[in-house]
């Protein structure tokens, strides 16, 4: 019995060991996180494009802070009356937030 719990366990490990974690791309983290639902990268839908929110931003200093706070927070008023839900880190985790914003960020 203690041979099979002990080659289980080895399996499981080995199982592990075997995945890597990965951030996601940009454009994974905007398809599982939703932004697609209301942002379009080159035109408004709900929300602005990822080219209207680079373009407004341009030149900001501490603005993939200021950005990824507002995301994680979610909004309104910044680009008319329709709300933005807060983002949790369930839906999107910081460091893939962080990679996004810094992608729109850079849309031309």
Do not use: W
């Not at 199982?15 to 990268?41: F, I, M, Q, R, W």
């Not at 839900?85 to 937030?97: R, V």
């Amino acid at each position: 019995m203690r041979v099979l719990i002990i080659f289980s366990m080895a399996v499981a490990v080995s199982s592990l060991a075997g995945l890597s974690v990965e951030a996601a791309t940009p454009d994974e983290s905007y398809n599982k996180a939703g932004c697609v639902a209301c942002h379009l990268k080159d035109k408004k839908l709900l929300g602005p494009s990822f080219k209207d929110i680079a373009a407004k931003y341009k030149g900001q200093g501490d603005v993939v802070a200021k950005l990824t706070d507002k995301v994680r927070k979610g909004g309104v008023g910044v680009y008319g009356p329709i709300p933005m839900p807060a983002n949790t880190p369930e839906k999107i985790n910081d460091s893939d937030l962080k990679a996004l914003v810094e992608f729109i960020l850079k849309t031309p």
